[in-house]
Structure formats: structure tokens, C-alpha cells
């Protein structure tokens, strides 16, 4: 009897363990199987833009950025849609690198990024040309596909750094020139648009391009305020310098700019888990990872797998970036040159929370087709440098940088 008591009391313990297991698997599915609230964006201003690009298998993140950026420039000033050859200015940056590259012994980056200033200078000593007059799809592809070009311009100016002759020839920079135009084809040194000829010097000057009337600007602590420096990233290989403001003056330019009718070349570090691949840009607050063989590790996993999961779990409660928060991320390398992008509008979500507008370069990509939405938190930490026009400045920012 003795032991058939034990049996009965172990059945029934067998049975509340089961049940009390069951009811905690069964909490912890219904849990994970509820949906994350959407974000809900409301635009309170949209400057106009042209049509999303893809630059697709090519790091010219820069001159699509760029180019976008100048193109609603041209939207503003004119009101004419246009659409410019991004491989024109591809292809000259090609050049003026290749020269500098070999003077400087090769201490310099060669490589396919660079840098918004790069576009302005292409624009100034070489004009601009529209995608039709130069598509640059010279290798069998109707998108960029650039890995082969890449390594293939890095070998041949690496071959002319060593100048086995000990003297170089007066033909590198043809053969150089040659390889670009193989791959983009011919630079056109005259084309027709609207029945209209031009150059593409004329052509720039017709679209009423003034590259002098783009600043660039940054903010960090490592340089004086209110001066302009050069900012130490591989991918400014010509070496350009920006303005240096405080982060909540480089911020108000931003929100400036946008309100009055401006868009903003934008350069930023994407490598943040917090900016996704569904058009959301955010800076979640770190969450206290779970502790190795806990059971909040079994049902949801360690914070660090899921970082995906952890955005989605909508609308997170974002870091506050302080200028100290940025100046560290830079100098520790956690911010870098990564993206160009185009800042082209203002949103908001269902808490209020404030959102730049961001058209990308990577074609339809994103649950928004090819625009991102990125926090004011985000901004704040994670941009580089700005172009803007002048006159997207606050007049009182204007006159502490001498800009007339």
C-alpha cells in the first residue's frame, strides 16, 4: 500500500510539473507569436527627389547620393526633373585618383568609395553629363557591377607606383584612361538634349550648377568649433575639408534646411544594428543580455542573435547622443565613413518621435522602396558630414562660419 501511495503521489507530482511546464511554454509562445506594433509615419514636409537608383554591385554609394542630391537642387532651382550620369563623374574621379595616387607613391586610398566633395569637384573642372549621354554599362549589364573594374584599376596603378622603368612613361595615364573608357565607355564630348546641344561644361553651366554654393559640414570635438578641418577618413582621398559645428547646431541646419525647401547630401555609419533592412534607422537603448542557459535565453535567445527582432519590437526607447557619445564612437572607429545617402523630408511617428526622411541607393530594397526613415537619435550619433547649400543654413550659424 506504502508503495503503492509513492507511486500514486510521484503520477500525480509528474502530472503538475507537466501542466505547470506546458502553461509556461504555452506563455512564452503566445509571447513571441504577438505581433510588434507597426511604426505609423506621418510626413510633416517632402521636398522633391528624383526616382530611386540601384547602384547595385558598385561602392558609388557616393556620386548616387551626391548626384540625387544635386538633381533636387535642380528641382528646386528650375523645376526641371533631371537625370545625370552617375559613371561620367565615376569614371573622371577614376582619373584624378590615378594621378594622385602615383604622385603620393601610392600613399593614398584607391579603392571604389569616396567622398561628396569628390562629385563637386568632377562637376567644377569637368562639367556633367545625362544619364542617356553616358550610361556607363559598357561590360555586358544593364546595372553597376564594378568588383572586376576595381581590382583591375588598383592593379594597374599599384604596376605604376613601382615604375619599374625608373622613369614613367608618358602613356600610364592613356592606358589608364583606356581601361575606364572599356568598361563606361567613351566620355561624350558633345550631345543633344531637348533638340539643344551642349557641352558638358555648357550643360552645367545651362542647369545653373555653382558648385561654390555647397558647404560641407561635421561635428566633433578633436578640432576647434566654427573652422573648417579635414576629416581623417580613407574615402576623402582629395582631402577636403568641412566646417566643424556642435552637434546641436549641425542638427539644426538639418531640420533648417529640410523645413525651408533644402534637401542634404548625408553621410553616415550603417553598420548599427539599428539600421535595418526594412527602412528603419533607429538607436535602440542596449539591452541587458540574457544569462547563458536561462530561460529567458531558451524561449527568446541572447539579445545579441536577434538584433533584427529587437528593432521590431517597435517604436524602442532610443539613446540620448551626446557630442562626448559621438566623438568617442569616431575615434574608437564605431563611426565611419560607411554610406551616402539623400535627407530629403521630415516624419513623424505615432509617439511624435521626429524621423528624417532618406532616399537610398539601393533600388526598391526596404519595406518602404528604397527610403529610410532615420531618428533624430540616429542622426545625432551616426552622421558623418552634411552638404547642404549655403542658404540652408540658420543666418546666426551663417555668420559664426564667415559664409557670406
Excluded at 502530472?15 to 506546458?22: C, E, N, Q
Excluded at 601610392?106 to 569637368?126: M, P, Q, R
Excluded at 576647434?224 to 576623402?236: A, L
Excluded at 529610410?372 to 559664426?400: C, E, G, M, Q
Aim: charged share 25%; glycine share 6%.
Amino acid at each position: 500500500m506504502r508503495n503503492l501511495n509513492i507511486k500514486y503521489i510521484n503520477m500525480r507530482l509528474k502530472s503538475f510539473f507537466a501542466a505547470a511546464l506546458m502553461l509556461c511554454t504555452l506563455s512564452a509562445v503566445a509571447q513571441n507569436s504577438q505581433k510588434a506594433p507597426e511604426y505609423e509615419f506621418k510626413t510633416i514636409k517632402e521636398n522633391p527627389v528624383t526616382p530611386v537608383k540601384n547602384q547595385y554591385r558598385s561602392g558609388t554609394c557616393w556620386c548616387f547620393s551626391a548626384l540625387s542630391f544635386v538633381e533636387s537642387e535642380i528641382l528646386r532651382t528650375k523645376g526641371t526633373e533631371v537625370d545625370l550620369s552617375e559613371m561620367f563623374v565615376v569614371g573622371k574621379s577614376y582619373h584624378d585618383r590615378a594621378v594622385k595616387y602615383v604622385r603620393v607613391d601610392g600613399h593614398l586610398n584607391f579603392a571604389a568609395g569616396s567622398s561628396f566633395g569628390d562629385v563637386f569637384h568632377v562637376i567644377k573642372d569637368y562639367g556633367i553629363v545625362p544619364q542617356e549621354a553616358m550610361p556607363g554599362f559598357n561590360y555586358g549589364t544593364d546595372k553597376p557591377e564594378h568588383s572586376e573594374l576595381d581590382e583591375v584599376l588598383k592593379g594597374y596603378v599599384e604596376a605604376a607606383v613601382k615604375n619599374p622603368n625608373r622613369k614613367l612613361s608618358t602613356a600610364w595615364v592613356r592606358g589608364f584612361d583606356g581601361i575606364v573608357a572599356a568598361y563606361f565607355g567613351e566620355y561624350p564630348e558633345n550631345f543633344s538634349v531637348n533638340g539643344v546641344e551642349y557641352t558638358p561644361e555648357s550643360y552645367r553651366d545651362h542647369l545653373g550648377i555653382n558648385t561654390d554654393d555647397y558647404v560641407n559640414l561635421t561635428s566633433f570635438t578633436h578640432h576647434p568649433f566654427y573652422e573648417p578641418f579635414i576629416i581623417e577618413v580613407c574615402d576623402n582621398w582629395r582631402w577636403d575639408s568641412a566646417y566643424n559645428l556642435p552637434i546641436d547646431e549641425l542638427m539644426s541646419v538639418m531640420y533648417n534646411a529640410i523645413e525651408n525647401g533644402y534637401t542634404i547630401a548625408w553621410g553616415s555609419d550603417v553598420s548599427e544594428k539599428g539600421f535595418t533592412r526594412n527602412g528603419i534607422a533607429v538607436m535602440p537603448v542596449e539591452k541587458e543580455k540574457a544569462a547563458a542557459g536561462s530561460d529567458q535565453e531558451k524561449w527568446v535567445g541572447k539579445s545579441a542573435e536577434k538584433p533584427e527582432e529587437e528593432v521590431k519590437a517597435s517604436l524602442p526607447e532610443e539613446i540620448v547622443a551626446t557630442q562626448e557619445m559621438r566623438q568617442d564612437a569616431y575615434d574608437r572607429k564605431q563611426t565611419t565613413d560607411d554610406h551616402g545617402m539623400h535627407i530629403y523630408g521630415l516624419a513623424e511617428d505615432q509617439n511624435g518621435t521626429k524621423y528624417f526622411i532618406v532616399k537610398n541607393s539601393w533600388g526598391d530594397a526596404g519595406k518602404y522602396k528604397g527610403t529610410w526613415y532615420a531618428s533624430d537619435a540616429f542622426v545625432r550619433y551616426k552622421t558623418l558630414n552634411i552638404v547642404v547649400h549655403k542658404d540652408a543654413l540658420p543666418k546666426d550659424i551663417k555668420k559664426k562660419l564667415g559664409i557670406k
